[in-house]
């Protein structure tokens, strides 16, 4: 839902300071996706989706060239205030859980197959209805503090953060991530002193990064550690020094163990004249992986290994590889010639003896195998 945000107009100057070293700015998103509302990253692509009474879709977008290259219809599904986005190995989430003025009795999570997602462009979706176990009174008293933009799953538990409009915090509350209606379960809460508008978590570090912003429109990310299905605050919880300026953030999401992306939506008042695009950002963290398996996404590779052939890389959407080792591939990697990472896979976006390439532009690349105790590299063409 588009809010009317209360803020303090003389310190709009304040807030155009420069980003931290570790943090980029990848450029404008596509008209189509003005108010980009939550993120993942699968497969290599961006998924986002828009705010309230937008269409019921999901779009797909290279993160090179910042392009649509898909759009999925859900067609069982209404956008009436889709404010989140999330994702474990078999399912993806939506979040219709914005409810600015606590009154919705109907809020759903809606669940996607990935396989399904995959294969077609329209997809059905299954539903999972929810209320809060304490909320007894639905009665408009504007903003309310039953307002919700963030959700995550951890273990068997899908878990939502509220948007305290009132109290300027946030809850945490869970139920369980199959299809079904539930009394969502309070945990407990944090105090950000802002409103909490998104949250990944890296299952590859065991980490929870919250995005948000305060009554000032500054976006603030907290990072949280040592989170358990009954406790997510019960951790350390640090301020992550990342300075977005002036801008509304809104969707957060990994995309390997030390490498996120954020993307603020379209802003606009009229007096003063403010106009902000809808932007993409990406930072680097320097968590370090539970199991010491996820490779390093940064080690530029060097072409003439053996022990790598490539092959029906002319022109085709997959680059098949085949190895002289039986050792498991930890992750993948594809860089220009200039050494810049432009694609990084680990996890379940591995895929066995290919990667897709089908996004490329026509150039010279290096194909980078991330493997228990050795990187293997390959040069490529993409026509």
């Known amino acids: 839902m588009k809010k009317t945000l209360v803020f303090l107009l003389l310190s709009f100057v304040l807030h155009h300071l420069p980003a931290q070293s570790n943090l980029t700015q990848l450029g404008q998103l596509p008209d189509a996706v003005f108010e980009s509302s939550g993120l993942i990253f699968l497969n290599g692509k961006l998924i986002t989706h828009n705010d309230s009474g937008n269409t019921p879709q999901l779009f797909e977008i290279d993160t090179v060239s910042l392009e649509i290259t898909r759009t999925i219809t859900i067609t069982n599904a209404n956008n009436i205030d889709w404010e989140d ?142 989170l358990l299905p009954n406790a997510i605050f019960g951790g350390d919880i640090t301020k992550v020094n990342i ?75 997959l680059l098949e590889y085949r190895m002289s080792t039986n050792k498991p591939v930890l992750g993948q990697a594809v860089f220009d010639i200039s050494g810049k990472r432009i694609r990084f896979n680990t996890g379940s976006d591995v895929t066995p003896d290919y990667i897709d390439i089908s996004t490329l532009r026509t150039a010279i690349y290096y194909l980078a195998l991330y493997l228990p105790d050795e990187v293997l590299t390959k040069a490529f063409a993409k026509y």
Not at 212 to 221: A, I, K, M, N, R
Not at 252 to 269: C, K, M, P, Q, V
Not at 285 to 304: C, S
Request: aromatic share 12%; glycine share 8%.
């Open 85 to 226: 986005i999330a994702q474990d190995d078999t399912y993806i989430y939506i979040g219709d859980i914005g409810n600015n003025l606590g009154t919705r009795r109907d809020l759903t999570i809606y669940r996607i197959p990935k396989s399904i997602f995959a294969q077609s462009d329209t997809v059905s979706a299954e539903k999972i209805d929810f209320s809060y176990e304490d909320q007894t009174d639905f009665s408009d008293s504007g903003n309310s503090d039953w307002d919700a933009e963030a959700i995550f799953v951890l273990d068997e538990q899908l878990v939502l953060l509220t948007k305290q409009w009132k109290t300027n915090g946030t809850l945490a509350y869970a139920f369980p991530k199959v299809p079904g209606t539930y009394s969502a379960i309070r945990l407990d809460g944090f105090a950000p002193e802002g409103l909490v508008t998104a949250a990944t978590y890296n299952p590859l570090t065991k980490t929870l990064y919250l995005l948000g912003y305060t009554s000032v429109l500054e976006p603030f990310v907290f990072r949280v550690t040592g």
């Open 243 to 317: 300075d977005l300026g002036f801008a509304q953030a809104e969707g957060i999401a990994y995309t390997d163990g030390n490498r996120y992306l954020i993307s603020t939506e379209e802003f606009t008042l009229e007096s003063p004249m403010i106009n902000l695009p809808s932007l993409l950002f990406a930072f680097t963290a320097d968590d370090v992986p539970n199991n010491n398996t996820v490779p390093d996404p940064d080690l530029e590779p060097k072409p003439g290994v053996d022990s790598l052939i490539l092959f029906g890389n002319k022109g085709a959407n």
